[in-house]
């Protein structure tokens, strides 16, 4: 069983900056592809950015091209989620989560269906 603990939500003014991290309890983190999804209050879950296993592929979502970067440190068994001129639309809770399949090791998925394993969430809130 994998377990993923997120940590550096809160509370930030618009413009300002924040970074998440999550770190997973296994033996190596280093084959598997990770992602940062995030859900607002009455909003459906949607993915932000999305990282292969060696860190040079990424995907992110147009509302945050430009302002986020994911980023992964393999020896710590960490994904990061650096997020710059943080807008009130950015406020969610954020999830960081998984893929177990090393088929997708180098091309991460965009679906939040494929990945398998996901931490608790953490508040981030952005005012004006």
């Known amino acids: 069983q994998v377990q993923l603990v997120e940590s550096g939500g809160g509370l930030v003014q618009a413009g300002g900056s924040l970074r998440l991290a999550c770190t997973a309890s296994?033996?190596?983190?280093?084959?598997?592809?990770g992602g940062w999804f995030r859900q607002a209050l009455g909003k459906e879950r949607e993915l932000v950015a999305a990282?292969?296993?060696?860190?040079?592929?990424?995907y992110y979502a147009d509302s945050v091209k430009g302002r986020f970067t994911i980023s992964r440190a393999n020896a710590q068994k960490t994904v990061y989620l650096h997020m710059n001129r943080l807008k009130p639309e950015d406020t969610a809770v954020y999830y960081c989560a998984v893929d177990w399949d090393i088929r997708r090791s180098a091309d991460p998925s965009q679906y939040g269906s494929e990945y398998d394993y996901w931490g608790q969430g953490t508040q981030v809130t952005v005012s004006s």
């Open positions: 296994v033996r190596s983190l280093s084959s598997y592809p």
């Open positions: 990282i292969n296993w060696r860190g040079d592929r990424k």
